[in-house]
């Protein structure tokens, strides 16, 4: 992708101005969630609506009106229809991100304990906020692996989360939706999509480390993992990035989950566990250029599933 494309100066110059960002506000407000596109407004609707909006007073002047919402439809953020003007779909993510706090709004909490304990030792866990990560950590030990001083001590997992994530919620409701959160953005990176922005996907790294000890404990001091498979993946477009285990992938494949329900093993009432610490199943490199893994999953009932984790993150049950 061309650099340049990702730095649109064009759009950042044209919200640049008040008058167009509450234009874009007012036409936004006209969409009902019954509807799949705003209702046109009328100019001189629109005129009244940003006058009523607009803190300071606003110059109704017409060629002045007129020049701002050209700039709104030049950059494609609305567009000119019978009966007035629309919000275009673009127009439309960027209130969402005003009112959702996206860019201004930075709220936050005292780190707060939970009541299940560190999947590593049995110690205190803990919730924390930073910079719109909300990371779980161990007050007891290391964590999942080895920490660096951007990350609190004894992380065992972070989440993404945006300040409409923890507006109006208490710090564990905000911690469980961060978790369900959590298990859309492994999902959605396995199939190949970025749960950002829908673009596609290239996985960096799929490797297990020929150092670890299996039957050591704390974190391996080759890898600076508890785990020694890894995986890290990013979008095309946006580069936002997941790094993870593959275990967890599989662990969270509907496919796998309905075949280890059918073979007696029922892992439905998934926990932030199953994001911050792998399931401990035996693994093995089939292939490493392109990486091939291969988990057997033991099960009550039958023949234990072998299934198979390729460089694209796709899930294959060996013998479903």
């Known amino acids: 992708m061309d650099p ?15 008058v167009r960002l509450i234009a874009l506000v007012a036409l936004e407000d006209a969409q009902t969630a019954d509807s799949f596109a705003a209702d046109p407004v009328s100019y001189s609707e629109l005129a009244d609506r940003v006058d009523d909006y607009h803190a ?7 060629g002045n009106f007129d020049y701002h919402l050209r700039k709104l439809r030049e950059a494609g953020f609305i567009s000119r229809v019978d009966g007035g003007y629309r919000i275009r779909q673009a127009g439309v993510q ?18 707060v304990t939970i009541d299940e304990p560190c999947p590593y030792c049995g110690g205190t ?19 999942a692996f080895a920490q660096d001083e951007s990350l609190p001590a004894g992380t065992l997992a972070g989440f993404e989360v945006s300040p409409t994530g923890i507006r109006n919620r208490e710090p564990l409701e905000a911690f469980r939706t961060a978790f369900r959160m959590g298990m859309q953005v492994h999902r959605l990176f396995a199939a190949g999509i970025c749960p950002e922005c829908s673009g596609t996907t290239t996985t960096h790294t799929l490797e297990t480390c020929p150092a670890h000890d299996p039957g050591g404990s704390g974190v391996c001091p080759e890898c600076g993992r508890t785990t020694e498979e890894f ?20 662990a969270t494949d509907p496919h796998v989950i309905a075949v280890m329900y059918e073979r007696g093993r029922d892992v439905t009432d998934q926990t932030w566990i199953a994001l911050s610490k792998p399931p401990d199943w035996p693994c093995r490199s089939v292939e ?9 999953i033991p099960v ?8 198979r984790l390729d460089d694209s993150l796709t899930v294959t049950i060996c013998n479903p």
């Open 56 to 62: 300071e007073a606003f110059d109704r002047d017409a």
């Open 125 to 143: 866990s803990a919730i924390t906020l930073e910079d719109d990560w909300l990371f779980i950590h161990c007050l007891d030990c290391v964590g």
């Open 231 to 250: 995986f890290a993946i990013s979008c095309d477009v946006c580069q936002r990035s997941l790094m993870s285990f593959p275990a967890i992938v599989v």
């Open 94 to 111: 960027v209130v969402r991100a005003i009112r959702a706090g996206d860019i201004t709004d930075r709220g936050g909490f005292e780190t």
């Open 288 to 296: 490493t250029d392109p990486a091939v893994l291969e988990y057997t």
């Open 4 to 18: 340049a494309s990702s730095f649109p100066d064009d759009a950042f110059r044209v919200l640049s101005h008040d």
């Open 300 to 307: 009550p009932d039958g023949e234990a599933i072998r299934v």
